[in-house]
């Protein structure tokens, strides 16, 4: 599929060439190259926000546990001294 860009500025095509060049490669390919890897990090910061959210629940929850254990514990021990 193919995307244009107009009036871009003549500086920032410039630079884009400059490091299109530098990598040894065109210009078509740097900003394919560029617009791809621009999605798949996008992608993976989203990705990145799910996790740590999920793991931040898994923690609430298993210091929820921990603490129903303790309290489980002290009773257990409080019938074991009758």
């Given at each position: 599929?193919?995307?244009?860009?107009?009036?871009?500025?003549?500086?920032?095509?410039k630079?884009?060439?400059?490091?299109?060049?530098?990598?040894?490669?065109?210009?078509?390919?740097?900003?394919?190259?560029?617009?791809?890897n621009?999605?798949?990090?996008?992608?993976?910061?989203?990705?990145?926000?799910?996790?740590?959210?999920?793991?931040?629940?898994?923690?609430?929850?298993?210091?929820?546990?921990?603490?129903?254990?303790?309290?489980?514990?002290?009773?257990?021990?409080?019938?074991?001294?009758?």
């Amino acid at each position: 599929m193919d995307i244009l860009i107009r009036d871009l500025n003549r500086t920032t095509v410039k630079r884009i060439d400059e490091k299109a060049k530098k990598l040894k490669q065109s210009r078509q390919e740097f900003m394919q190259n560029l617009i791809e890897n621009f999605i798949m990090m996008q992608a993976l910061n989203e990705r990145e926000h799910e996790l740590k959210t999920t793991l931040e629940k898994n923690t609430e929850v298993l210091t929820q546990f921990q603490e129903q254990l303790e309290k489980q514990q002290e009773l257990f021990h409080l019938l074991l001294e009758d």
